[in-house]
T-cell receptor, first 111, second 116 residues
Framework: RKEVEQDPGPFNVPEGATVAFNCTYSNSASQSFFWYRQDCRKEPKLLMS???SGNEDGRFTAQLNRASQYISLLIRDSKLSDSATYLC????????????FGAGTRLFVKA | DTGVSQDPRHKITKRGQNVTFRCDPISEHNRLYWYRQTLGQGPEFLTYFQNEAQLEKSRLLSDRFSAERPKGSFSTLEIQRTEQGDSAMYLC??????????????FGSGTRLTVV
């Protein structure tokens, strides 16, 4: 089993739709969680951290379920510019070995 | 300071040649990471520095790979005797010390290596 698993997609949605991605992780000792966005042939960019209480940034909402070991990202009112790959990242502490990236979920938003 | 800089952006090399990439992290970040990413995969950890000390190395970093950060500022990643399987995007990232991994990474634009 992979340490961080995501549905690769692609998710094809119309503009204005609401779309949700889930990510599961295997290590219950994981401490911090993030969603990154990666555009085609570009570097990943931090989208948002994921807090235990859940957090929202505009159209984006992230949630953490420690009991079930998954995190989610909800995008409301999808824009064409949201088309990208969304990477789930789980951090178990300091250092490279302890930060695990998922393979990403591809999203295409169409007019 | 405009973020993490990587040079070159693209490198095409013949199999068997040596290549060297450079990364300049955000100046106040003393942690620096190298990752490799292939198509359809997330970034895979290669190595990690805190200041000039190389604290971790992945088994992906075979003896053909070496990384340095001589003065705790910029870093270089060298690949000797390149193979076609080395073709990938090599990403450098930096982060703040003391954050216990809470604030995420800032990535550079990457160096895309093609071995022909």
């Amino acid at each position: 089993r992979k340490e961080v698993e995501q549905d690769p997609g692609p998710f094809n949605v119309p503009e204005g739709a609401t779309v949700a991605f889930n990510c599961t992780y295997s290590n219950s000792a994981s401490q911090s969680f993030f969603w990154y966005r990666q555009d085609c042939r570009k570097e990943p960019k931090l989208l948002m951290s994921v807090y235990s209480s859940g957090n929202e940034d505009g159209r984006f909402t992230a949630q953490l379920n420690r009991a079930s070991q998954y995190i989610s990202l909800l995008i409301r009112d999808s824009k064409l510019s949201d088309s990208a790959t969304y990477l789930c990242v789980v951090n178990m502490g300091t250092g490279g070995f302890k930060t695990i990236f998922g393979a990403g979920t591809r999203l295409f938003v169409k007019a | 300071d405009t973020g993490v800089s990587q040079d070159p952006r693209h490198k095409i090399t013949k199999r068997g040649q040596n290549v060297t990439f450079r990364c300049d992290p955000i100046s106040e970040h003393n942690r620096l990471y190298w990752y490799r990413q292939t198509l359809g995969q997330g970034p895979e950890f290669l190595t990690y520095f805190q200041n000039e000390a190389q604290l971790e190395k992945s088994r992906l970093l075979s003896d053909r790979f070496s990384a340095e950060r001589p003065k705790g500022s910029f870093s270089t990643l060298e690949i000797q005797r390149t193979e076609q399987g080395d073709s990938a995007m090599y990403l450098c990232a930096s982060s703040l010390a003391g954050d216990r991994g809470l604030y995420g990474y800032t990535f550079g634009s990457g160096t895309r290596l093609t071995v022909v």
